[in-house]
C-alpha cells in the first residue's frame, strides 16, 4: 500500500500556471503507475494524465494536451502535474492516484486502488 498526499493547489488567473506536487510514502514509489484526475462537483472523476514507472510514458486527456506536463521523481518519490495556460473549466478537486498493476485503463479511476485526499485549483476570470 502507498500514501498520497497532493499539494500545490490554490487560485490562480485564467492564462496563469500551477504546479501540482504528490508525494507518496509507505511502498516502493518507482513501482507504480501514477495518474493526475479531477473532479468539479456534481460531475464525474475525469482522467487527466497518467505515467508509467519508468516516467518514460504519458498519457493526457484531449483537453489538456499540450499544456499540461506530467512527470515523476522516482528518487524523491513524488509526481508532478505542471499546469499551463489555465482555463476556468480547469477548475476543480485535483486528485493523485497509483496502482501497482498497469491494466491498460489508465484512463478509469477504477484502475487506481490508491488516492490522495485532493488538492483544489480554481482559475479565476
Known amino acids: 500500500q502507498v500514501q498520497l498526499v497532493e499539494s500545490g493547489g490554490g487560485l490562480v488567473q485564467a492564462g496563469g500556471s500551477l504546479r501540482l506536487s504528490c508525494a507518496a510514502s509507505g511502498r516502493t514509489f518507482s513501482a507504480y503507475f501514477m495518474g493526475w484526475f479531477r473532479q468539479a462537483p456534481g460531475k464525474e472523476r475525469e482522467f487527466v494524465a497518467a505515467i508509467n514507472w519508468s516516467g518514460r510514458n504519458t498519457f493526457y486527456a484531449d483537453s489538456v494536451k499540450g499544456r499540461f506536463t506530467i512527470s515523476r521523481n522516482n528518487t524523491k518519490n513524488t509526481v508532478y502535474l505542471q499546469m499551463n495556460s489555465l482555463k476556468s473549466d480547469d477548475t476543480a478537486v485535483y486528485y493523485c492516484?497509483?496502482?501497482?498493476?498497469?491494466?491498460?485503463?489508465?484512463?478509469?479511476?477504477?484502475?487506481?486502488?490508491?488516492w490522495g485526499q485532493g488538492t483544489q485549483v480554481t482559475v479565476s476570470k
Open positions: 492516484a497509483a496502482e501497482l498493476t498497469d491494466s491498460g485503463t489508465w484512463y478509469s479511476p477504477l484502475m487506481y486502488h490508491y
